[in-house]
């Protein structure tokens, strides 16, 4: 089992920033991917970001590309989200998630373990 929880959401205006973070625990060592997903009332849950634990690489959603930054730091286990030029579209429960070796991170159905999610409101 692997542990997630998401911290650093809030309120901001837009343009301001906010810095999201995961801490992770229990058999990370197993997982393949991690990802921010948010999901607003009425709509599906949308991948945001995703980062592949072994090679570090990087995914973006169009919307966010640009504006958001995923990294993670394995000494603390830790994922994080920095994201920069906020817009009130970009107001939605943010879900930290992660996916073993045989799923995967670009969509909902393919991820292993939940965060509780961080709220992240943007007034304009």
């Known amino acids: 089992q692997v542990q997630l929880v998401e911290s650093g959401g809030g309120s901001v205006q837009a343009g301001g920033s906010l810095r999201l973070s995961c801490a992770a625990s229990?058999?990370?060592?197993?997982?393949?991917?991690m990802a921010w997903f948010r999901q607003s009332p009425g709509k599906e849950r949308e991948r945001v970001a995703h980062i592949y634990i072994g090679p570090s690489t990087t995914y973006y959603a169009d919307s966010v590309k640009g504006r958001f930054t995923i990294s993670q730091d394995n000494a603390k286990n830790t994922l994080y989200l920095q994201m920069n030029s906020l817009k009130p579209e970009d107001t939605a429960m943010y879900y930290c998630?992660?996916?073993?070796?045989?799923?995967?991170?670009?969509?909902?159905?393919?991820?292993?373990?939940w965060g509780q999610g961080t709220q992240v409101t943007v007034s304009s």
């Open positions: 229990g058999y990370t060592s197993r997982s393949y991917c």
């Open positions: 998630a992660a996916a073993v070796y045989g799923g995967g991170c670009r969509q909902a159905r393919e991820i292993n373990y």
